[in-house]
């Protein structure tokens, strides 16, 4: 995969960057104290060498530090938004794992920063929900009367919600509703790779 584009905001000097394009070589320029250090120290958080992460104490704008509540009322801040063109490797790894043609385009964003659960990285990937349920519905092998309580549904959301719905459900059903819940805590179930 080959990063195409990254956002800086909340971090340090840098409100907000904006979207700026990452091509073969890219230039920062800028005046002293304008931030440039600051956009890659928050870049560095994308693959970090050692021991690293955000810590909002620190890296949250002093300036709005006893405004963050206010601010952000979801109660999580952005830092850093990227975007990645996935290569043939990478579509590959999609369709082994989800099944062939789930993928709505080549590019797929991550994003992370203050106050995320788990390890503060949300990848979003465009795919077919419907087929990419469809099959993992055939991968389970549920039969026609398991499949019921799934029909009208078209995504892992609602599958999840009609699935942890029943009072009983069968091994195939548990097993499916384990995976899908497995999904959408991670947000993100392919491995890609590095």
């Known amino acids: ?18 979207e700026f394009e990452i091509g073969d070589l890219t230039c920062l320029v800028g005046k002293n104290e304008a931030g440039k250090t600051a956009l890659l120290s928050a870049m560095r958080g994308l693959k970090p060498s050692g021991a690293f992460e955000f810590d909002e104490t620190i890296d949250y704008p002093r300036r709005f530090s006893t405004r963050f509540d206010d601010r952000h009322p979801d109660g999580t801040a952005e830092v850093i938004r990227t975007w990645w063109r996935l290569d043939d490797a990478d579509k590959a790894a999609v369709e082994k794992r989800m099944g062939g043609d789930v993928l709505l385009g080549d590019m797929f964003q991550n994003h992370f920063g203050f106050r995320y659960n788990e390890d503060n990285r949300i990848w979003v990937i465009e795919v077919d929900n419907a087929k990419a349920l469809d099959i993992l519905v055939s991968k389970h092998a549920l039969d026609a009367t398991e499949r019921n309580v799934l029909h009208g549904v078209h995504d892992g959301p609602s599958a999840d919600k009609a699935l942890s719905g029943l009072n009983e459900r069968s091994a195939k059903q548990e097993t499916l509703l384990q995976e899908i819940k497995k999904c959408r805590k991670s947000r993100f179930c392919v491995d890609l790779p590095q």
């Open 1 to 18: 995969m080959k990063l195409t584009k990254v956002r800086v905001q909340n971090y340090r000097s840098v409100e907000d960057s904006e």
